[in-house]
């Protein structure tokens, strides 16, 4: 959901900031610009968007308590423009995002809320290790949201001029959740990037895919469970999810494996790969399933860390579900951390 980092990891959640901050140290960057200092020109453009705002329906209270006095935040303009280069290998990505704390913490929170988790997975037809994984990865399960107030932060995106017509956009869509009584204004936090709740959506992910599964009349991602599962099931089963088919699989390529065969572009049922020599990593056939699947390797350069000194020889074979993953954050690392977080969680 998020532009530019989004590619790396899911809608810059607030697990994956702490992540960066703590390998790259505390991020600095350049104040304002001199125009973004101007108060004029700020309060021209405030006044612009109160009125947009309100030819869309939003209420003359929420506008108000959203923006009357509203300030920009400096420091969401530093992270917005030094977000850190990703230089991690996939091992060493995998070794902090799906560590045994989190599968440990995974598997508890799986055992202590499976009653609801199996009949959200019913509805949705999302198996339920995949939710878990999901809300582990993106918030350590609910721990780390973020504390900017998404308005605020998507203010000071919106009027920074670089993307503004992306989070114009966005913060359009946090006045509409406002306006229909989700949460209210002081509590609507995320992160700096103004990507929400539990589930770290996107005001207008939110708008798409949140639902409010315990019936109170609220969407809410950020308290309440039911809704944060429910929410991250619907979006992967609009995503295109099947829940009779896993994500993926490493597997072991034959020598002299055809690199133009690497990719998502390519996809071969597992019959045809099984013909070209790919194996399970113990050498076994692969399943003699009638799927399509295709080839990645995350470390390779077609990967995320083209820079990545240090290369794993891991190459996987990804499912259609491993694609609908992908629309949650399209990132290849991201979705084998889900994949492999989920399995894990499960003894797999």
Not at 58 to 71: E, M, P, Q, T, Y
Not at 102 to 115: F, P, Q, T
Not at 279 to 285: E, I, L, M, P, V
């Amino acid at each position: 959901m998020l532009p530019d980092v989004m590619m790396l990891l899911p809608r810059f959640p607030a697990f994956a900031f702490m992540i960066f901050t703590l390998i790259y140290g505390i991020l600095s960057g350049p104040a304002l610009s001199d125009e973004m200092l101007d108060e004029k020109s700020f309060d021209k453009w405030l006044g612009e968007l109160r009125v947009e705002a309100t030819e869309r329906g939003i209420r003359a209270d929420i506008i108000s308590d959203a923006l009357d006095g509203v300030k920009l935040i400096p420091r969401v303009i530093e992270l917005d423009r030094k977000q850190p280069e990703f230089t991690m290998t996939f091992d060493q990505y995998l070794g902090r995002v799906v560590s045994q704390a989190r599968i440990k913490k995974g598997a508890r929170l799986l055992r202590e809320n499976r009653a609801l988790l199996d009949e959200v997975s019913e509805k949705y037809g999302v198996q339920p290790q995949y939710i878990v994984a999901l809300w582990g990865i993106e918030t350590d399960f609910g721990r780390l949201t973020g504390g900017f107030s998404v308005v605020r932060a998507l203010v000071t995106l919106s009027f920074d001029g670089r993307r503004s017509a992306y989070f114009r956009k966005e913060l359009l869509n946090a006045l509409q959740i406002l306006n229909e009584g989700h949460i209210v204004n002081a509590k609507m936090t995320g992160s700096w990037a103004g990507a929400m709740g539990q589930s770290q959506f996107m005001p207008s992910s939110f708008l798409n895919f949140a639902v409010d599964y315990d019936g109170d009349g609220r969407r809410d991602i950020w308290t309440t469970r039911a809704d944060v599962f429910a929410s991250a099931a619907n979006y992967l089963s609009r995503s295109g999810w099947q829940g009779d088919q896993t994500w993926g699989r490493q597997v072991r390529l034959p020598d002299g494996f055809d690199a133009a065969l690497v990719g998502h572009k390519v996809k071969k049922t597992l019959s045809e790969w099984q013909d070209i020599g790919v194996r399970q990593t113990n050498s076994t056939d692969l399943p003699a399933y009638d799927m399509k699947a295709s080839v990645i390797l995350p470390d390779t350069g077609r990967g995320e860390n083209p820079k990545a000194s240090e290369k794993s020889n891991r190459a996987f074979l990804v499912y259609d579900n491993f694609r609908a993953t992908l629309k949650w954050n399209r990132s290849d690392f991201f979705a084998l951390a889900v994949g492999h977080l989920a399995d894990a969680i499960v003894g797999r």
